[in-house]
């Protein structure tokens, strides 16, 4: 998704028993990561999410841990993180009940970067160049949009704040918020913000959207903003992604639907032409999609050819991957397998590659992401690999990027105007650099 650190989801049919799980695991993620068993039952599909916690009948859901840093989410001159502090741990493996983690203490929330209208949720407009703790505590999910946040603590309680123009943040009228602000919201599984619109997927499968709609992007047949939650006619949804106007949603069996602006064929529909309600993409077997500004990435996936990359949508910079700068109206295939995820920025993306042995490379492309704002000098065409490994999750923002890795660390680059990579100043960087948290 354009701004967030979205749901990673693998499927596989099986009859469930230990050995399967653990084969699984291994076989996509390497015998070295720790994980988190959320339910555990018989069922007809093994469904993994990172960082999601969620429970629906017969299904099993698995996370990724690390040790410290749960998710980051990378707004448009923002980032905001999830850090645990003092957690009790079990071996490597951590157990939940009824979807409620008892075991899991200390989530801390951190912001830095852009504060012009209070996104970092830290009662000021004062920008920040270093983490800082905003006053939110257990927090399961973060998603950043543009420039305003979504959070979802362990209980089930939904907060947003910052800039609540069109409506975006879920409450009665437009005020703008500098702190969180509770929303009245429950049985949130996961949450994607765009630029202006917000969806969210509930615990039974269902989709609901806000905010801004002028090209279709709420999904609901109109053109009109909603200022609170609202069903889309959409069901058995897994996972969802908001783009600038544009929204990708993934359906249990694999299905890949798009709604929204298609201006430059970021829809995948074979036209130009918006939509404003969901529309099947003839592209099957989907493992994940990621919206960028106007660009979209999906990752397929079957047992004979594993992972595959498909993207389309606007390509001015390179940002399809594709070798070109021609922009795409249908999915087409670019050359890098083994991807178990995939992010975009505002016109960057990138992906991360698995061995099957616990090692994963991380990709770039498209504008190089430490240039200024806008101006896109530079950019690659081909996925290029970074000199990063291990990585765990990445977050891609408007020119920015911030990934953590599997030695339980958090590294930033791109532009830095604003102080959004979190490294003590606002000099840009060109490689990925370590931040710094203090306790």
Not at 277 to 301: F, Q
Request: hydrophobic share 35%; proline share 2%.
């Amino acid at each position: 998704m354009m701004y967030t650190n979205k749901a990673i989801l693998f499927r596989k049919k099986c009859s469930f028993n230990i050995l399967i799980l653990k084969n699984f695991i291994e076989n996509i993620w390497g015998k070295h990561y720790p994980i988190e068993i959320i339910h555990l039952i018989n069922a007809s599909y093994l469904e993994l999410f990172n960082p999601n916690l969620s429970i629906r009948n017969n299904d099993i859901y698995i996370r990724k841990l690390n040790n410290d840093i749960i998710s980051v989410s990378c707004g448009c001159s923002h980032t905001v993180a999830i850090i645990r502090i003092n957690n009790t741990k079990n071996g490597d493996i951590f157990t939940a009940s009824n979807g409620k983690n008892s075991t899991m203490t200390g989530r801390k929330l951190y912001s830095w970067g852009d504060n012009s209208y209070g996104q970092l949720g830290l009662a000021d407009d004062a920008d920040r160049n270093l983490p800082t703790e905003i006053n939110l505590d257990d927090v399961r999910e973060i998603s950043c949009g543009f420039e305003y946040n979504m959070a979802m603590t362990t209980d089930g309680t939904f907060y947003s704040w910052v800039r609540n123009k069109y409506g975006k943040l879920g409450m009665v009228g437009n005020s703008d918020r500098n702190l969180p602000v509770k929303i009245n919201l429950d049985n949130i599984m996961s949450i994607s913000c765009g630029s202006c619109h917000t969806i969210i997927i509930t615990t039974d499968g269902s989709l609901y959207s806000w905010g801004r709609n002028d090209s279709g992007q709420l999904g609901l047949g109109d053109t009109h903003d909603r200022n609170l939650p609202v069903k889309i006619n959409l069901d058995n949804i897994l996972s969802v992604s908001c783009g600038d106007e544009h929204t990708m949603a993934v359906t249990i069996d694999g299905g890949l639907y798009s709604w929204g602006l298609n201006d430059v064929g970021e829809l995948g529909l074979g036209d130009f032409m918006n939509r404003n309600l969901p529309t099947k993409i003839n592209l099957n077997n989907i493992l994940e999609v990621s919206c960028g500004y106007w660009h979209t990435i999906a990752i397929t996936v079957d047992d004979l050819r594993g992972s595959q990359l498909y993207s389309w949508g606007w390509n001015e910079y390179g940002q399809l991957g594709l070798g070109g700068t021609n922009n795409r109206n249908l999915p087409e295939k670019i050359n890098l397998n083994n991807i178990s995820e995939v992010n975009c920025g505002h016109s960057h993306t990138t992906a991360v590659a698995t061995n099957g042995l616990g090692q994963s490379k991380l990709y770039q492309w498209g504008a190089d992401s430490d240039n200024k704002r806008y101006s896109h000098d530079r950019y690659n065409k081909l996925p290029e690999e970074m000199s990063l490994d291990n990585i765990l999750s990445v977050s891609c923002g408007e020119t920015h990027t911030v990934a953590a890795t599997t030695d339980n660390k958090l590294y930033s680059w791109g532009w830095n105007g604003f102080g959004q990579l979190g490294l003590g100043d606002e000099n840009d960087r060109e490689l990925p650099e370590e931040i710094t948290f203090k306790f």
